[in-house]
């Protein structure tokens, strides 16, 4: 036992912490307020009034649900394939030593190390030399490309925990390799995969950069609302759009913090 | 599945003969000889990463070395340098440096108000506190990035909170002096560049605490405390105990906040001036010039200076610190 717990920490500290996080949380609540204000035309401060007919509209606008639609169906399908090679990915580099473990794992994390518009500008370019025309699939390419990372990070962790006798002894016990996986391995590593897919899902909700590149003329809900942000039709709307993406979001990152708090994979929790 | 199923009888032979069908025998394969195993499972990321992605890289570092004809705006494929010539052209020269100096300066300010946060949450937060400062950093992370802009703009925009703040605290002198300073002002902060500033810190500042964080968890308490019984001041401690310890995981933080800069090109283009990032002329040089080339080598100036950067975070054992 160190002898370090139970102290208070020094003014300062605790001032200079609590402007940091209020720095960080106070523009996402203002978004709150602005979804309610009746001012049309600009961002005046305080609202001169509020209301709640902005939701209305918004649920009234078919090129929000058409953008919120593509944008779902994009996110699941690539959740879906970054979790297919993020989990292959993982079991191969944590079960086994072999030559160029390294340069997989680099491989896995490059695409989002580097900066997004490097990989958006590199598919494009690629569909271009190769003569692939713009569709659904040319963004699912580039979602899932960058989701792996995601899927593999929770995963490796796991993996890290889960005792590799275990399998052994479920082979010992004569299952195959399909039962072994089916009742062994995926119970061990199902919440682990859960939070990853769900990171991944509200990674590629939230993508822009890269979907610029591979969109062509399709309308993704951040590609919607960066149109709004550069050129604005009708700024309540976007106000109201934002709220519920912040509202959206919030909700699979709890969850996937719930799943995985218990284990040691939480970042700065120590090691 | 029965118990007599699952335990071969005495007199059963020591080895079993293989499983039926076709699931069996690859299972069987698998369990003989997990090479395979390793490969069939290695293909399928290794393809997709391979070919989608490195693929990709290596079609667009090919196009930097064609150059587009002036005349008739075609690309030429052949091998050439002068697109690279081009890149130092001193608006293009303008453009990297100041980005560059963009991108240290906001690795620099989100490194000093990630500190306290990083360390509050690293040495007194326990239990529910620790709890609520992990989720406090990880929600701004994974809120929505546009909207986070969005939120900025709000804040910075003329008739916005801060004007109505500042003006309530009768400091509206204060925002119009600084405004009127040449290169950080502008009109308004929201065509400034102290507002690119200021949206790059809040947007990339998560990113510079987990790491910083996670570097100062392993940082025993009982070590400050020896610095000061030693008879060194707050000052002193943080200066040649603290600091020093955590200098890996804000160089790990720092990759993040620099990399990220050096790429963006939505942030400048909806807070800031008319004047370029890297970003802004790569995408405006693929897109309305339709000069890929160009483009193209202006994306490797980033993937230089972040190799640069990589290597020396690396012998500096940043990576330890992920």
């Not at chain 1, 001032?15 to 720095?23: D, E, H, I, N, P």
């Not at chain 2, 990463?49 to 667009?60: D, T």
């Not at chain 2, 070395?65 to 494929?77: K, M, P, V």
């Not at chain 2, 000061?228 to 720092?254: E, K, W, Y």
Request: proline share 5%.
């Amino acid at each position: 036992m160190r002898s370090d717990r139970g102290q208070s920490a020094p003014l300062s500290l605790k001032v200079a912490a609590a402007c940091g996080l209020l720095f960080l949380h106070l523009p996402l609540l203002l978004i709150f307020v602005y979804a309610f204000t009746t001012e049309e035309k600009s961002f005046v401060w305080p609202p001169p009034g509020l209301t709640t007919q902005w939701f209305a509209v918004t649920w009234n606008r078919p090129d929000v649900w058409q953008a919120l639609s593509l944008s779902v169906r994009v996110a699941a399908i690539s959740t879906a394939i970054a979790l297919i090679l993020g989990t292959l990915c993982s079991a191969a580099v944590s079960r086994t030593k072999f030559f160029g473990r390294e340069t997989i794992s680099l491989l896995v994390i490059l695409p989002i190390a580097l900066p997004g518009i490097i990989t958006g500008i590199a598919l494009r370019s690629a569909f271009s030399l190769a003569d692939i025309p713009f569709s659904f699939w040319t963004i699912v390419l580039g979602h899932a490309t960058f989701c792996v990372v995601v899927v593999y990070n929770n995963a490796v962790a796991r993996f890290r925990r889960t005792s590799g006798s275990m399998i052994e002894a479920s082979m010992d016990l004569g299952a195959d390799g399909f039962q072994t996986f089916r009742h062994v391995v995926l119970p061990n590593i199902a919440t682990a995969l859960l939070a990853g897919g769900m990171l991944a899902f509200a990674l590629s909700f939230d993508e822009v950069i890269v979907t610029t590149f591979t969109a062509g003329q399709q309308q993704t809900l951040p590609i919607w609302m960066l149109e709004e942000l550069i050129r604005p039709r009708q700024r309540p709307v976007t106000n109201v759009v934002a709220m519920v993406v912040v509202l959206v979001t919030l909700l699979p990152i709890l969850a996937a913090y719930y799943l995985t708090r218990d284990g040691d994979q939480i970042a700065g929790s120590g090691k | 599945m029965s118990l007599d199923a699952a335990m071969p009888r005495a007199s059963a032979p020591a080895i079993l003969p293989g499983s039926g069908g076709l699931r069996g025998a690859l299972s069987d394969l698998f369990w003989r000889k997990p090479k395979v195993l390793l490969l069939l499972m290695l293909l399928p990321p290794v393809l997709w990463l391979g070919i989608v992605y490195i693929g990709s890289l290596f079609a667009l570092l090919a196009q930097s070395f064609f150059s587009i004809d002036e005349y008739s705006g075609l690309i030429n494929r052949q091998f050439t340098l002068k697109t690279y010539g081009d890149l130092l052209q001193a608006a293009n020269l303008d453009i990297i440096l100041r980005t560059v100096t963009m991108a240290a300066l906001v690795t620099l300010a989100s490194a000093i108000i990630a500190f306290p946060i990083a360390y509050y949450a690293a040495r007194y937060a326990r239990g529910r506190w620790k709890a609520l400062f992990y989720l406090g950093i990880m929600l701004p992370l994974w809120s929505s990035y546009l909207v986070k802009i969005y939120a900025w703009k709000l804040i910075l925009a003329k008739e916005g909170i801060l004007t109505w703040l500042f003006g309530k605290l009768h400091l509206q002198w204060l925002i119009d002096a600084w405004l009127s300073l040449p290169v950080v002002g502008g009109n308004s902060l929201s065509v400034s560049f102290t507002g690119t500033f200021i949206v790059f810190v809040y947007v990339w500042l998560p990113f510079m605490i987990l790491p910083v964080q996670a570097a100062l968890e392993r940082v025993p308490g009982n070590l400050v405390e020896a610095s000061s019984d030693l008879g060194a001041s707050p000052g002193q401690t943080f200066r040649n105990v603290l600091f020093p310890l955590a200098l890996p995981g804000i160089v790990a933080g720092s990759i993040f906040t620099f990399s990220l800069t050096l790429g963006d090109y939505i942030i400048p283009q909806i807070i800031g001036t008319s004047r370029l990032f890297i970003g802004q002329a790569v995408y405006s040089q693929q897109g309305t010039a339709g000069n890929i080339p160009l483009a193209a080598a202006f994306t490797v100036v980033p993937i230089v200076i972040m190799g640069f950067y990589l290597w020396g975070a690396k012998r500096m054992g940043a990576f330890d610190a992920l």
